[in-house]
């Protein structure tokens, strides 16, 4: 009768658990250049890609509408960025439905914008998210100027005053959301000296 001799060598490994995997920014658009988002909205946080309800019609025409009326006042020294990487970490790239950051167009050749004057979200379906733990997350990043076009109450939120908080999903917070209707106007703080109707941001 034959036996099998097992060597013991004094130790043992622990059972591992699954473990989640998370992404870099590198390889969230890595992975876009090969087509794994095709026809699909993905944002990259703080390494999880989550998939964004793809743009209803409503979204679609004021997102354009919200980039064409931008590009009036934001002209020479800025560019107006649509749902494009917004690099805000080695593991997070939130893809704002619009972004208008400092420079030349040719200035992010090589490198995705890390900052922005403004972020903006134009929100229905993800008017919770955007206000909550998206507002948390740009705020941790020090974005000085978000606004949040509500295609529900037909309303401009405008988020400034980034400050910590222990308590908020990411870190940090907002001061109170000023809250804008027609005929109303907004500045953005990195263009003071213009005042955009709000109306022209709305349905």
């Given at each position: 009768?034959?036996?099998?001799?097992?060597?013991?060598?004094?130790?043992?490994?622990?059972?591992?658990?699954?473990?989640?995997?998370?992404?870099?920014?590198?390889?969230?658009?890595?992975?876009?250049d090969m087509g794994w988002f095709e026809g699909r909205r993905a944002m990259?946080?703080?390494?999880?890609?989550?998939?964004?309800?793809?743009?209803?019609?409503?979204?679609?025409t004021?997102?354009?509408?919200?980039?064409?009326?931008?590009?009036?006042f934001f002209a020479a020294g800025f560019v107006i960025r649509n749902q494009?990487?917004?690099?805000?970490?080695?593991s997070t790239d939130p893809e704002p439905d619009l972004a208008v950051v400092a420079g030349q167009l040719m200035d992010y050749y090589a490198a995705h914008p890390t900052t922005?004057?403004?972020?903006?979200?134009?929100?229905?379906?993800?008017?919770?998210f955007d206000t909550s733990d998206k507002a948390s997350l740009y705020a941790a990043a020090r974005i000085a100027d978000y606004?949040?076009?509500?295609?529900?109450?037909?309303?401009?939120?405008?988020?400034?005053?980034?400050?910590?908080d222990a308590t908020q999903p990411f870190g940090a917070k907002?001061?109170?959301?000023?809250?804008?209707?027609?005929?109303?106007?907004?500045?953005?703080l990195g263009l003071p000296s213009v005042s955009i109707p709000v109306a022209e941001l709305l349905p």
């Open positions: 009768m034959s036996s099998v001799i097992t060597p013991s060598y004094g130790f043992s490994f622990p059972p591992l658990a699954p473990q989640p995997r998370r992404f870099s920014c590198a390889e969230f658009h890595q992975m876009g990259l946080i703080e390494g999880e890609i989550l998939e964004m309800p793809g743009p209803n019609p409503p979204h679609a004021i997102t354009a509408k919200v980039d064409t009326t931008l590009r009036r494009s990487p917004l690099v805000l970490g080695q922005a004057a403004l972020v903006i979200e134009v929100a229905d379906s993800t008017l919770a606004w949040v076009v509500d295609l529900v109450s037909k309303r401009l939120l405008i988020f400034r005053q980034p400050q910590a907002y001061a109170p959301a000023l809250v804008l209707t027609p005929p109303a106007t907004v500045s953005p």
